[in-house]
């Protein structure tokens, strides 16, 4: 025990080195966020880098006879670390003075004021402009373009790129909030027909009280879509290929059209092809033949953009994966509490309603939010429809300035921001519910 108490001792302990003792309150810090944190840094630091354009006006200090000529010079200098870009340089011409000529020509003069445009300045970098001006007095050229200075607005290239990006970065939040929204929609409802009494089989087809009532659909459902064809000129007409289409439909409908089939078909469908081709067929496909189409049943041109096709694509490619994981939510829940609210005289909907899906989404919540993050990321697929999300935006931003290490850094930057933060959402949401459940 005396062995045991001394090996405990704090004045035994082995001393901590000095780094150990500088960083040990990290300990209690999670490691994403201390990645979080140095990624801001990094980040912070690339964008607030300033560039610092300084402008001088060079006059000779010569006499200048009545309506005779000078040239002074217009330096801008970059002393800044960063590159200046959309630098524009501006000077004004004192009474008494006129333009003869300059080296680049100003991209604008409006009476005597002069602008020059120039695409960008790199750090260390000098511009100079050459202006010849012609003075109506005799006197100093120093003294007579004393009464003004030249002033220059400019930006740095990754403020640049974030003022062009802010577009994208909203466009890419109410895609991934839409799309959300209608995948979960779509997803509770294939959930809870995935979870739903199967069918009857294929032997059922055969026995003769379906048939019976198969034939009776036939008739009837044949009798009002011919009639409906006359009253809707838009509708096909009764071809032999549709006929038979819809007869089978009509005769296997109790098969065919149970909610078992139609969300087995779907899930199995839309998680078998890729998200990419999803939205180019929305959007190539689907798009123009919803236009045409509601275009002419209504007699007025239908807008069906490509934002809403993007929207309708991913919505319908993550509600897929979104049923899957309420089916499985649902049937994490023990049987006994489906047989308990029936015994109590709840019918199947109430006891789904009030007793399952309570419990089941606090189950699913947590990975419908990772869902979440998932298709924050997969809403890039949505720039090939031409929707002004963040990947198009910085595929523009590099097209017009050949930037393309610039470009492409500040979208993953970007991506990479929405993403923790949803990550983290999605994190404390997991913790506060493990809490509860505790």
């Not at 082995?14 to 150990?20: C, F, G, H, L, M």
């Not at 466009?171 to 199967?198: D, E, H, N």
């Not at 048939?211 to 008739?219: E, H, K």
Request: aromatic letters at 8%; charged letters at 15%; hydrophobic letters at 50%.
């Amino acid at each position: 025990m005396a062995t045991e108490s001394l090996r405990k001792s704090p004045a035994l302990e082995r001393p901590r080195s000095a780094a150990t003792a500088l960083f040990a309150w990290t300990d209690g810090i999670p490691w994403w966020v201390l990645v979080l944190v140095a990624c801001g840094i990094v980040v912070a630091l690339f964008i607030l880098s300033p560039a610092r354009v300084q402008v001088i006006r060079e006059v000779p200090a010569a006499t200048v006879r009545a309506r005779g000529t000078f040239t002074y010079q217009i330096s801008a200098r970059n002393a800044g670390p960063a590159e200046a870009v959309r630098l524009v340089v501006e000077d004004e011409l004192p009474s008494g003075l006129e333009l003869v000529s300059a080296d680049p020509t100003p991209e604008e003069q409006v009476g005597s004021r002069l602008v020059w445009e120039l695409s960008s300045l790199g750090a260390g970098k000098t511009a100079t402009i050459e202006v010849r001006v012609s003075s109506r007095a005799s006197g100093n050229a120093a003294e007579l373009m004393a009464g003004t200075a030249p002033t220059t607005t400019f930006t740095t290239v990754s403020l640049d790129i974030l003022q062009f990006l802010a577009i994208g970065a909203r466009v890419t939040i109410l895609v991934t909030l839409y799309s959300f929204i209608l995948a979960v929609l779509l997803g509770l409802l294939a959930g809870l027909g995935r979870v739903s009494k199967q069918p009857p089989g294929v032997s059922a087809v055969f026995q003769p009280q379906f048939a019976v009532r198969g034939l009776l659909r036939v008739v009837v459902g044949l009798a009002v879509y011919w009639i409906a064809t006359g009253l809707v000129p838009v509708l096909p007409g009764m071809s032999p290929t549709l006929t038979i289409v819809l007869a089978l439909v009509l005769y296997l409908a109790p098969t065919v059209l149970h909610p078992y089939t139609i969300s087995t078909v779907y899930v199995e469908v839309f998680r078998g092809v890729p998200m990419l081709v999803q939205v180019l067929y929305l959007g190539f496909v689907i798009r123009p033949f919803i236009k045409g189409f509601l275009s002419d049943a209504l007699g007025t041109p239908v807008d069906f953009s490509e934002f809403n096709a993007a929207v309708l694509g991913l919505g319908l490619g993550y509600g897929a994966y979104i049923a899957e994981v309420f089916r499985a939510g649902i049937q994490s829940i023990h049987r006994g509490q489906m047989e308990a609210a029936r015994s109590l005289g709840m019918n199947y909907a109430q006891s789904m309603r009030y007793v399952v899906l309570p419990q089941a989404l606090r189950r699913v919540l947590p990975p419908l939010a990772n869902d979440g993050v998932a298709l924050l990321k997969d809403s890039s697929f949505v720039s090939v429809l031409s929707v002004a999300d963040l990947t198009r935006q910085g595929r523009l931003y590099m097209s017009r300035t050949y930037r393309a290490f610039e470009s492409w850094n500040m979208v993953a930057v970007s991506y990479l921001v929405l993403t923790f933060l949803l990550s983290g959402l999605a994190r404390a949401l997991e913790r506060r519910l493990s809490r509860d459940e505790r």
